[in-house]
């Protein structure tokens, strides 16, 4: 009964009209199958790409950690740039597959690169400086360095910026321009480091005494090197005092520890030796006409 029913409407003219045109326009027009297959082809190109820069960032990281002159920073800058290369690739190939001509984009890019080199002169020449660092390796990760006028620890790098963490834990980013244009003092490439310390004391106290209870307070400090071995030896003579320079050498992780003990320790060894440190003060004679 169902089987003759759906022959009669088949028969039926209207209905068959109906059927043919949306399978034309399915046929011709729609094109179903084609736009599938252009999400997953580009889906696939967009895939492809994110594994390149996996796998990049990867390869970068084991070539820094096993090669000396091929530093960490080095290796962020090189798998930065191309990651970015790699994405430009794919988005160009993802545009030219659903067909979006880039002849008219390609053709103006002269001008527009043009305006753009005097609009992102400072992102250009930020590149060209992190390009600079990385060949000169002037700091590596974890590095405590002086950039001009600003301290901390070396965190991170990429194309644009530096990465600082300061003392009191603040985040400092620096663009790579004004990282490169001024002094770098690296603390934590070297072995070991020089504590530049000052103790003043009065005109009235025995100096060789001073010097030898310095020496004995010194010596008592395992962090600080035997060789070079300690300078304390008098530094100037002031208004109102003497002044004794201290200059022992330690690794750089134990500069801070040595430096803030020295100054909690030398005030009462000097006090309990009969050595004082001297203050500003006035006399006052009183003359009787």
Same mark, same amino acid.
Request: glycine share 6%; hydrophobic share 50%; with cysteine.
């Given at each position: 009964?169902?089987?003759?029913?759906?022959?009669?409407?088949?028969?039926?003219?209207?209905?068959?009209?109906?059927?043919?045109?949306?399978?034309?326009?399915?046929?011709?027009?729609?094109?179903?199958?084609?736009?599938?297959?252009?999400?997953?082809?580009?889906?696939?190109?967009?895939?492809?790409?994110?594994?390149?820069?996996?796998f990049?960032?990867?390869?970068?990281?084991?070539?820094?950690?096993r090669?000396?002159?091929?530093?960490l920073?080095?290796?962020?800058?090189?798998?930065?740039?191309?990651?970015?290369?790699?994405?430009?690739?794919?988005?160009? &190939?993802? #545009? !030219? +597959?659903? @067909?979006?001509? $880039?002849?008219?984009? *390609? &053709?103006? #890019? !002269? +001008?527009? @690169?043009?305006? $753009?080199?005097?609009? *992102?002169?400072?992102?250009?020449?930020?590149?060209?400086?992190?390009?600079?660092?990385a060949?000169?390796?002037p700091?590596?990760v974890?590095?405590?360095?002086?950039?001009?006028?600003?301290?901390?620890?070396?965190?991170?790098?990429?194309?644009?910026?530096?990465?600082?963490?300061?003392?009191?834990?603040?985040?400092?980013?620096?663009?790579?321009?004004?990282?490169?244009?001024?002094?770098?003092?690296?603390?934590?490439?070297?072995?070991?480091?020089?504590?530049?310390?000052?103790?003043?004391?009065?005109?009235?106290?025995?100096?060789?005494?001073?010097?030898?209870?310095?020496?004995?307070?010194?010596?008592?400090?395992?962090?600080?090197?035997?060789?070079?071995?300690?300078?304390?030896?008098?530094?100037?003579?002031?208004?109102?005092?003497?002044?004794?320079?201290?200059?022992?050498?330690?690794?750089?992780?134990?500069?801070?520890?040595?430096?803030?003990?020295?100054?909690?320790?030398?005030?009462?060894?000097?006090?309990?030796?009969?050595?004082?440190?001297?203050?500003?003060q006035?006399?006052?004679?009183?003359?009787?006409?």
């Amino acid at each position: 009964m169902l089987l003759l029913e759906a022959a009669a409407v088949a028969e039926d003219p209207d209905i068959a009209k109906v059927v043919e045109d949306i399978s034309n326009g399915l046929s011709s027009g729609f094109h179903i199958p084609k736009i599938v297959t252009t999400i997953a082809i580009a889906a696939i190109i967009l895939i492809i790409a994110k594994v390149l820069v996996a796998f990049v960032k990867r390869f970068f990281r084991k070539l820094a950690g096993r090669s000396k002159k091929f530093t960490l920073i080095m290796a962020q800058l090189v798998w930065k740039l191309c990651a970015a290369i790699i994405w430009i690739i794919a988005i160009v &190939a993802v #545009l !030219g +597959i659903f @067909g979006i001509d $880039l002849t008219p984009v *390609l &053709a103006g #890019l !002269g +001008i527009t @690169g043009v305006v $753009l080199g005097f609009a *992102l002169q400072e992102s250009i020449s930020s590149l060209f400086s992190g390009i600079m660092i990385a060949i000169n390796s002037p700091f590596r990760v974890g590095d405590w360095v002086d950039i001009g006028d600003i301290s901390g620890s070396v965190q991170s790098m990429d194309l644009m910026c530096v990465t600082l963490s300061s003392a009191d834990n603040k985040k400092i980013t620096m663009n790579n321009k004004n990282v490169w244009g001024n002094t770098i003092v690296n603390y934590s490439y070297i072995d070991k480091r020089r504590l530049d310390m000052t103790v003043t004391v009065r005109y009235s106290d025995d100096t060789e005494k001073t010097k030898a209870v310095i020496k004995d307070l010194i010596s008592t400090y395992p962090e600080v090197l035997k060789d070079p071995a300690p300078v304390i030896e008098i530094g100037s003579y002031n208004d109102s005092s003497i002044a004794i320079y201290v200059r022992p050498w330690v690794s750089p992780s134990d500069y801070w520890n040595v430096y803030w003990r020295f100054n909690a320790d030398i005030l009462k060894t000097l006090r309990a030796n009969g050595i004082d440190m001297p203050y500003n003060q006035m006399d006052v004679h009183l003359v009787n006409d």
